[in-house]
């Protein structure tokens, strides 16, 4: 079996594994029917299933372990959360999706993506340079300006957010304080020999904590919205933000303006990539704290309605 091709067993065990707890009798009969088993194999042969667990694990970092008393296998840390970090939760997703796509091999026109930004080939230089503590040469085009802008830069973090990338760190437009760059902005990167240190007590997890996604143009605070029954699904399976918390009746009452509407309560700052997100719900969401954004959501409705009056008067 060729280097490419055991890599792809490597995805595919992680995710037929992630899927759900599994005896070795269940993976052997997904196997069997999987499009990569290219030898028809009628099981997965128990050597070669436990030699590539170990691979994986020293590859990945992700644990294939096995429950004994109930007879499954399942990925160590995914169920409890713990130990279980955002890195590889991103690596079993990234897993999974590559292993759609070999199963869906020939299937081109049924599958359909979104565009990729541009800057990701940048992402290994920037990790070796965070990696080594190495400061690099930038060449920077902003959407504010038409020339290109060359800065000293000193990598700290990487975040990715809706498919975008982004860096954190100093650079030498503007000294002593913490910037974002989106990747799909750089027009070039090189890494120097000269040092630099990530300033103490920085922590990029505490770094965004408190806001949605790069966007750090407000202050966090008490924030309440008000959604209906449809959209309160949509936020359950899929919450905003880590701070979320859905109201139950009672302690909704005091606030609520339509009888069966659902509240949710955050701790976040309220920065415009948080806002375009709450404007996507659309009439189904209102804003009921803090007072100054309900305001401005609703001047910004008043806005959206004399425009469409506009269009209708042509």
Same mark, same amino acid.
């Given at each position: 079996?060729?280097?490419?091709?055991?890599?792809?067993?490597?995805?595919?065990?992680?995710?037929?594994?992630?899927?759900?707890?599994?005896?070795?009798?269940?993976? !052997?009969?997904?196997?069997?029917?999987?499009?990569?088993?290219?030898?028809?194999?009628? %099981?997965?042969?128990?050597?070669? /299933?436990?030699?590539?667990?170990?691979?994986?694990?020293?590859? %990945?970092?992700?644990?294939?372990?096995?429950?004994?008393?109930?007879?499954?296998?399942?990925? +160590?840390? $995914? !169920?409890?959360?713990?130990?279980? *970090?955002?890195?590889?939760?991103?690596?079993?997703?990234? /897993?999974? %999706?590559?292993?759609?796509? !070999?199963?869906?091999? *020939?299937?081109?026109?049924?599958?359909?993506?979104?565009?990729?930004?541009?800057?990701?080939?940048?992402?290994?230089?920037?990790?070796?340079?965070?990696?080594?503590?190495?400061?690099?040469?930038?060449?920077?085009?902003?959407?504010?300006?038409?020339?290109?802008?060359?800065?000293?830069?000193?990598?700290?973090?990487?975040?990715?957010?809706?498919?975008?990338?982004?860096?954190?760190?100093?650079?030498? =437009?503007?000294?002593? +304080?913490?910037?974002?760059?989106?990747?799909?902005?750089?027009?070039?990167?090189?890494?120097?020999?000269?040092?630099?240190?990530?300033?103490?007590?920085?922590?990029?997890?505490?770094?965004? =904590?408190?806001?949605?996604?790069?966007?750090?143009?407000? $202050?966090?605070?008490?924030?309440?919205?008000?959604?209906?029954?449809?959209?309160?699904?949509?936020?359950?399976?899929?919450?905003?933000?880590?701070?979320?918390?859905?109201?139950?009746? +009672?302690?909704? +009452?005091?606030?609520?303006?339509?009888?069966?509407?659902?509240?949710?309560?955050?701790?976040?700052?309220?920065?415009?990539? %948080?806002?375009?997100?709450?404007?996507?719900?659309?009439?189904?969401?209102?804003?009921?704290?803090?007072?100054?954004?309900?305001?401005?959501?609703?001047?910004?409705?008043?806005?959206?309605?004399?425009?469409?009056?506009?269009?209708? $008067?042509?």
């Amino acid at each position: 079996m060729s280097p490419a091709q055991v890599f792809k067993v490597y995805i595919w065990l992680v995710d037929t594994i992630a899927s759900g707890h599994l005896s070795k009798d269940d993976i !052997d009969r997904r196997w069997a029917h999987s499009s990569i088993n290219e030898y028809g194999e009628p %099981f997965f042969p128990i050597r070669k /299933f436990h030699r590539y667990k170990e691979d994986i694990l020293t590859l %990945f970092g992700v644990s294939i372990k096995c429950n004994r008393k109930k007879n499954y296998y399942y990925i +160590e840390g $995914e !169920d409890s959360g713990q130990n279980w *970090g955002d890195m590889r939760r991103y690596i079993v997703s990234t /897993f999974t %999706f590559k292993a759609t796509i !070999d199963e869906a091999e *020939g299937m081109e026109d049924c599958l359909l993506f979104e565009p990729v930004p541009a800057g990701t080939q940048y992402l290994s230089t920037l990790v070796r340079a965070i990696r080594s503590r190495k400061q690099l040469l930038i060449t920077y085009h902003s959407f504010d300006r038409d020339t290109d802008t060359d800065m000293f830069f000193s990598p700290y973090c990487l975040r990715v957010f809706k498919q975008r990338w982004y860096v954190v760190g100093e650079s030498s =437009a503007h000294p002593g +304080e913490t910037r974002i760059y989106a990747l799909d902005r750089v027009v070039g990167v090189h890494m120097l020999d000269s040092d630099y240190r990530i300033p103490q007590g920085f922590s990029p997890r505490s770094f965004f =904590a408190d806001y949605y996604g790069v966007f750090r143009n407000a $202050e966090p605070c008490l924030l309440r919205i008000e959604v209906t029954p449809r959209a309160a699904m949509f936020l359950r399976s899929l919450p905003l933000h880590h701070s979320q918390r859905e109201l139950t009746a +009672e302690q909704a +009452e005091p606030w609520r303006i339509v009888k069966d509407d659902v509240l949710f309560e955050y701790f976040i700052a309220p920065t415009f990539d %948080f806002i375009q997100q709450l404007r996507t719900f659309g009439s189904e969401l209102r804003v009921l704290a803090p007072i100054s954004l309900a305001n401005t959501m609703q001047a910004e409705a008043i806005e959206v309605v004399r425009r469409y009056n506009m269009t209708a $008067e042509r």
